[in-house]
């Protein structure tokens, strides 16, 4: 693996600790282990940490393997694969706290399955298909969508009642955005796909 794909790689490991910090508060610790900290409010700089962590290396990761000329058919798919799994966790996360609608988080879920299969479809033509600029605007609109679905879930954490409904209003705002990106940039790898 080369430079970029281990900082491609540090996502996958963020992914699943993101999802433990953030269910971490709805566990009944105290009940399982006597003496356990009630007080989470300590996740919310943690789950910052680790969302600011996994969208800087989605920006760096492409950067190191054009500058040490690294880039290869792998990263071209090790990369979109990594974003799909940091951002669906996310998604899911927000779903479960009822900021994002489970109907949208679906298209999401199975646009991302669908490119994955167009991708091996391709991939069997002999053709690596890496992101196109529709993809590239459409994670630049699920990273948003995050962000302020986790500046919600962040608020209602640390007790902030005002401007809430605001923050939820406008993630799902963003959200419904970033769905209807999507669908438009897998019509655009379909019709690619469909010129192969």
């Keep these: 693996m080369t430079l970029a794909d281990k900082v491609t790689a540090l996502r996958l490991i963020l992914a699943p600790v993101f999802f433990v910090v953030y269910v971490l508060p709805y566990q009944k610790l105290p009940g399982l282990f006597p003496g356990a900290v009630t007080d989470f409010k300590w996740v919310v700089p943690v789950l910052w940490g ?10 760096v990761d492409g950067k190191i393997a054009r500058s040490r000329k690294e880039v290869s058919d792998f990263g071209k798919l090790f990369d979109p694969f990594a974003d799909v799994l940091v951002r669906i966790t996310y ?27 167009l991708r091996n ?38 007790g902030f ?11 799902r705002v963003i959200f419904c955005i970033s769905v209807v990106i999507s669908v438009g940039s897998f019509v655009d790898y379909l019709s690619l796909y469909k010129k192969q």
Excluded: N
């Excluded at 680790?50 to 920006?59: A, K, P, R, V």
């Excluded at 609608?101 to 646009?111: E, I, N, S, T």
């Design 50 to 59: 680790l969302f600011i962590i996994s969208e800087i290396t989605d920006l």
């Design 121 to 158: 479809l391709m991939m069997k033509k002999g053709i690596v298909m890496g992101a196109r600029k529709g993809g590239k605007i459409k994670a630049v609109a699920y990273m948003l969508a995050g962000a302020v679905a986790l500046l919600a879930a962040s608020a209602e954490r640390l």
């Design 91 to 117: 998604f899911l996360c927000f779903v479960l706290d009822g900021i994002l609608p489970a109907v949208l988080f679906l298209v999401v879920l199975y646009r991302e399955i669908g490119i994955q299969f």
């Design 161 to 171: 009642d005002a401007g809430v409904w605001v923050l939820h209003t406008s993630a």
